[in-house]
């Protein structure tokens, strides 16, 4: 079974400041895809950015970027220039690669709450 | 537009009822899944279906049965509801290996 860990519960930012956030995960599959979701207040779950195993290339989107460690199981999350709509509990997941149709659950970390101060 | 929608957004019930709630996609995708989020806000899979066939189904109560009537419904119903059963609950869809696609959530409280 897939583990997800985020070490920090709750993080805090100065607005314009960058911050990163910290995910490491376990597993013994080779073939996989690791994901952080946003979930603002709203409740509502979206995607902030995906990485795909096999690519070495950090996946990057607008401000967020991601450090992809994947000797060292580590998945990490970088926000520069942090405006106040990043506030937000962010999930760290995990998605086994083809194991069958409809099989793409996604193992969840426990989330890091991260504030964006004015 | 809404892509993933979700009836009711709040339920209120007392113990022991039964309720049922609903979701559906208008994005075309085969796959549906049901998450529960805690008060701690840990999201774990509940279920998944693939063109209205069960393919997860984790480790939860059997009072919790999800119910496939097409590829775009994917509902959730429980029975005799209980304290520990209050979350938010979550329909996601996929059309495979990408992002899923997930719902505005339902919070379900259990008196």
């Known amino acids: 079974a897939q583990t997800v860990t985020q070490s920090q519960p709750e993080m805090s930012v100065q607005e314009a400041e960058t911050v990163t956030l910290s995910c490491t995960y376990d597993t013994s599959e080779s073939n996989y895809y690791l994901f952080w979701y946003k979930q603002p207040p709203s409740r509502q779950m979206i995607l902030v950015i995906r990485?795909?195993?096999?690519?070495?290339q950090n996946a990057t989107e607008n401000r967020f970027s991601v450090n992809f460690q994947k000797a060292a199981k580590s998945f990490s999350l970088k926000i520069s220039d942090s405006q106040l709509g990043d506030t937000a509990m962010y999930f760290c997941?995990?998605?086994?690669?083809?194991?069958?149709?409809?099989?793409?659950?996604?193992?969840f970390g426990k989330g890091t709450k991260l504030s964006v101060i004015p | 537009d809404t892509a993933v929608s979700q009836t009711p957004k709040y339920l209120v019930t007392q113990m022991g009822n039964d309720k049922s709630i609903k979701c559906e996609q208008n994005?075309?995708?085969?796959?549906m899944y049901w998450y529960k989020q805690d008060s701690k806000k840990f999201l774990k899979i509940m279920f998944s279906y693939n063109n209205k066939e069960l393919i997860i189904n984790e480790t939860v109560p059997n009072r919790f049965s999800p119910k496939s009537p097409d590829k775009a419904h994917l509902n959730l119903h429980i029975n005799s509801l209980e304290l520990g059963d209050s979350a938010v609950y979550f329909c996601?869809?996929?059309?495979?290996?990408?992002?899923?696609?997930f719902g505005p959530g339902t919070r379900l409280t259990v008196l």
């Open positions: 990485q795909e195993a096999y690519k070495q």
């Open positions: 996601a869809s996929s059309p495979g290996l990408v992002e899923q696609f």
């Open positions: 994005l075309g995708h085969d796959t």
């Open positions: 997941a995990f998605m086994k690669g083809y194991s069958g149709a409809g099989s793409y659950q996604l193992t």
